[in-house]
């Protein structure tokens, strides 16, 4: 069997082969998540939040039919404005390789290729979950499958409104997934900092992270981590406000009959028009404030393994 190396960037390479600190980060919130040219500053501005605090940033995306693991500039500046770039969870990359296609990869592909390369922490936005009406619909994103059998820590904030999060929280349990909120005790709802469920774990440090990082896979797991971190105060949303906003959203959704792998970006992109730019603002601080904790446990994680700890 051929085991499939992803290109490394030179910065990645470099950190990986040192031993050092390094935080995988998605695309498709690029390609699919938000509009230009708020996509392209923010996937820059997360590269250099992850610098500033000691780790190398590996974006990752399939460019021409090539799995990537670190992009040059021009590279994002390209996937940023493209159109019609394929919308890449795991199962979807093999046909994009053939096809020599570039995609945007999810959290579920993003995980798969972080832990191909040999990279333990992964920021992002939100990751997908078991949409509302999944009882009807089946509706549950690979996302969380992923989390179930992929070693991978994903940094996230918490899941919008726009998925059942009582469900996508039992899902989680099912998949043996420990969801730890960071110095906090409600799993945080996206654009806001609660969503009146309690996390299963809370954990104040960076370091406390990175220790039950080394538990859990040396206890043979195999499934990843999900830590949610709660936006920061002043960049939080007011509930009512949001709220009502993915309401309508979710609501033209059904009317319009988006499914499957449409649904969530459109619904991401009618929350963005109906809040006249407030969603996205709120948006690029979460997914900053993501990529300095994902950097800071990827630090603290680096050091434990140099230790062998
Ligand atoms: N949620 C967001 N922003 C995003 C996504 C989800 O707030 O950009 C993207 C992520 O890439 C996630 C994917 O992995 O959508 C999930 O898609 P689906 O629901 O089709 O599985
Ligand atoms: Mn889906």
Known sequence: MIVLKPKLSPEVAEALASGGAVVALESTIITHGMPYPANLETALSVETVVRENGAAPATIAVIEGELRVGLERRELGELAQAEGVVKA???DLAVAMVKKQSAGVTVSATMLLADLAGIDVFATGGVGGVHRGAEQTFDISADLTELGR?????????VKSILDIAKT??????QRVPVIAYGADDFPAFFTRKSGHKA???LDTPEEIAAAMRLHHALGSGAGILIAN????AA?????FIDGTIADAVREAAERGVGRKELTPFLLARIDELSKGESLKANIALVRNNAELAAKIAVAYAALKKAGK
């Not at 929280?169 to 099912?174: K, P, Q, V």
């Not at 709660?230 to 105060?233: A, F, K, N, S, T």
Request: a negative charge.
């Open 200 to 202: 299963d774990h809370r």
């Open 150 to 158: 992929t070693k991978t820590t994903v940094v996230c904030a918490g």
């Open 89 to 91: 969870s795991g199962r």
């Open 230 to 233: 709660p936006i920061p105060e």
């Open 169 to 174: 929280l039992e899902y989680l349990e099912t």
């Open 236 to 240: 939080a949303l007011a509930p009512e």
